[in-house]
Each structure stands twice: as C-alpha cells, then as structure tokens.
Nanobody
Framework: QLQASGGGLVQPGDSLRLSCATS????????MGWFRQAPGKEREFVAA????????HYGDSVKGRSTISRDNAENTVYLQIDSLKPEDTAVYYC???????????????????WGQGTLVTVSS
C-alpha cells in the first residue's frame, strides 16, 4: 500500500517535499518511483530510486532541481523539487515495483503498484 502526501499550493521558485509512505512488502525491497500527470497529459516519469538507495534516476523535466530519497527504516520515500515552475503543476503519484528494469522505468504501465496521488499546484 502506498500513500502519497505533501502536495499543495506553492509559488513559483518555491521548494516542495512530497512523501510516500509504504507498507508491507513495498517498504524496503522494491524500487520506488514518482510520476506526475497534468490535466490532459499522459503520466510522466519524474524519478526513481532503487531499493538500496544508491541508484537514482530522474526525468528530464526535473533533472538538476529534484532529489529522490528513501528512509527504509521509516518506510518512506521522498521527492523534493526545488525552483518550482507553473509547468510542475500536476498530480504526483508514487509507484513501486520489485523487478522493474532500467529500460522500463519511464513507462508507467510497467509499474506494479500505485498510490492515490497528491496534487501540486504552482501558481502566483
């Protein structure tokens, strides 16, 4: 089970940290990811982190201004995005998968488990 939180209304240039609380089998042994979906657009890959926390991947739209991390002891995955832009406005979803390979990370259809999403609105 995945529970995303931390969304809200922020201003351009602000930073935001999203959290994804996991439970059971997804907590420390799965690759965790974040996706986002803006109105009328397809779900877009944002970031992923492997179960050991040492390998991270980022989507082009947030690369250089975002950090994905995980605390396996707390069963939580975080996504921080800095220098937020209006185009970052979307519903952000966390996802989990036990065996997703590198070439499949960016395809939302290949992830096994999903949280309910948290809305981030970037507006002045």
């Amino acid at each position: 089970q995945l529970q995303a939180s931390g969304g809200g209304l922020v201003q351009p240039g602000d930073s935001l940290r999203l959290s994804c609380a996991t439970s059971g089998r997804t907590s420390s042994t799965y690759t965790m990811g974040w996706f986002r979906q803006a109105p009328g657009k397809e779900r877009e890959f944002v970031a992923a982190i492997r179960r050991n926390g040492g390998t991270r991947h980022y989507g082009d739209s947030v690369k250089g201004r975002s950090t994905i991390s995980r605390d396996n002891a707390e069963n939580t995955v975080y996504l921080q995005i800095d220098s937020l832009k209006p185009e970052d406005t979307a519903v952000y979803y966390c996802a989990a998968d036990s065996g997703i390979i590198l070439s499949s990370l960016r395809n939302p259809r290949l992830w096994a488990f999903w949280g309910q999403g948290t809305l981030v609105t970037v507006s002045s």
